[in-house]
């Protein structure tokens, strides 16, 4: 059976008895991950349970590079989460270069969420200072103290103290572990759950109640015939495969490079992601966004590398605010370059409660035209604008400065194969079910469980990163008011 994951019909309903174990999403997915993995990341990543838009950019069969070894060469999300605040410095007055030489050093921080193998931001422009759990958090005062180490392969690298002090906020990024890791991280899903990932595998783990079981996610897959074939997860799961899938999206952006120990003794050697890699590609800085700055810098990053013509295509990632940004100075450029706009390209008619002739004004830019064969598109990448990472707000606008950033890729490789590519492990994707009284197919009523309890556990996970054939193929538009 060859299944297309282009036409897939989604949508949560109630749960009824043609909802079976042998049509189960997470059974077929069990049984066979390489087909219906896809499947999976398609629903959390171009529908509406998703906001990851490089892993749908990246992703997909004929998209990945698949691999046998573990390296190559080159809490759920929702309103229930939210950074944690730093109580103070709590590490001794003479300790001025925390984390230097990898050494510990303590995060005093006001919540018990994270857990080891959690690895930590301080949300700033500056990706090097993430920071991993070490070890569990004790009782210091009014917080807790989280034992930590800088996630980083330099034996000179430290903590600057600004981000110990009292009210800096840090926020997770995701978890990563090394090779045998039983350790499990934070999730958080209405109260703190357990999360863990590895070697850039990640891992995630949930706990589902018999009280989360009353809908259902119904898919239906097209086969090459156009038959639809019906199949269903509890709706509850959801909400771990949303933030299971956006943790991967923030490891393919912001994944660090370590050689840090786990608590088996083994070293996690997790992979770069698209930030550390672009610290060799070109990088610069504005104040004021325009159409002229556009065209000078894609210019630069062009120049000599890839001839005039139709492979000047790139596709550039920005957050909510870069996006206005850019449809204002595309505007403002086109409007001072003397060209006439017919009126009805910009209006047209609606229905009113108010007038019987009501009309609409206005369009948006979204891709922009340069010379010799420049061409850029604007993808809207929600990890950007998220205040739960990004904690440098613009003190004039009130939004975080990463929103206004411009990420450029040049997806133009070699061949048949992208310049920019998702890469797998073969066979390191899995999903387990742990059941108790009930499991994700419905109340066990006789046989065999692992526990008493009225509820079951899944662990997913996958082995995954970014490779990046041609590092000048990235660039990026920093914001950093004048």
């Not at 103070?88 to 050093?105: D, L, R, S, V, Y």
Request: proline content about 5%; cysteine-free.
């Amino acid at each position: 059976m060859n299944l297309s994951f282009d036409n897939l019909v989604i949508q949560k309903t109630p749960w009824h008895a043609n909802m079976t174990e042998m049509n189960h999403l997470g059974r077929a997915l069990i049984a066979k991950p390489e087909v219906f993995g896809p499947a999976m990341r398609k629903i959390f990543s171009s529908y509406r349970y998703s906001d990851n838009p490089l892993t749908s950019l990246l992703g997909g069969p004929g998209k990945e590079k698949v691999i046998t070894t573990s390296e190559w060469e080159y809490k759920l999300r929702g309103a229930s989460t939210r950074p944690l605040i730093s109580k103070g410095n709590a590490n001794a007055a003479g300790i001025t270069q925390p984390g230097i030489m990898k050494t510990e050093f303590f995060l005093w921080l006001d919540e018990n969420w994270y857990v080891p193998g959690d690895e930590l931001t301080p949300g700033v422009s500056d990706s090097r200072y993430l920071v991993r759990v070490q070890g569990t958090p004790t009782r210091k005062g009014g917080g807790w103290l989280y034992p930590v180490i800088l996630v980083t392969t330099s034996s000179t690298l430290y903590m600057p103290l600004v981000y110990l002090k009292a009210g800096k906020k840090w926020g997770k990024m995701f978890s990563q572990y090394e090779e045998g890791a039983t350790q499990s991280g934070s999730t958080q899903f209405a109260l703190p759950m357990s999360l863990a990932s590895r070697l850039s595998k990640y891992r995630k783990h949930m706990m589902i109640t018999d009280e989360a079981q009353t809908s259902v996610l119904s898919v239906k897959i097209p086969d090459s015939t156009g038959k639809m074939h019906s199949t269903w997860f509890n709706y509850a799961e959801t909400e771990f495969w949303e933030q299971y899938y956006r943790e991967l999206e923030r490891g393919y952006w912001y994944s660090r490079s370590s050689d840090v120990l786990g608590s088996t003794g083994r070293t996690i050697k997790s992979g770069p992601g698209v930030f550390e890699l672009m610290e060799y590609s070109n990088t610069q800085y504005f104040s004021n966004f325009s159409a002229k700055l556009l065209e000078d810098y894609l210019m630069s990053m062009l120049y000599s590398r890839v001839k005039p013509g139709s492979k000047r295509k790139l596709k550039v990632f920005s957050g909510e605010y870069g996006m206005m940004n850019f449809n204002n100075a595309v505007n403002n450029h086109f409007r001072s370059s003397g060209f006439v706009v017919m009126d009805s390209m910009l209006i047209e008619k609606e229905n009113s409660p108010y007038h019987s002739n009501g009309l609409s004004y206005g369009a948006q830019f979204f891709r922009y035209k340069a010379g010799n064969g420049i061409e850029v598109e604007l993808i809207h990448e929600p990890f950007f604008d998220d205040q739960e990472i990004n904690f440098e707000i613009d003190p004039i606008l009130g939004y975080p400065t990463n929103s206004m950033r411009y990420v450029f890729m040049d997806l133009t490789g070699d061949g048949m194969e992208q310049n920019i590519q998702l890469v797998r492990r073969k066979d390191q994707h899995f999903l387990n079910y742990v059941v108790g009284t009930i499991g994700p197919y419905g109340p066990i009523q006789s046989g065999f469980s692992a526990h008493a309890g009225g509820y079951y556990e899944m662990h997913a996970g996958d082995s995954t990163g970014v490779h990046i054939e041609d590092p000048t193929g990235l660039g990026q538009l920093v914001f950093r008011r004048a």
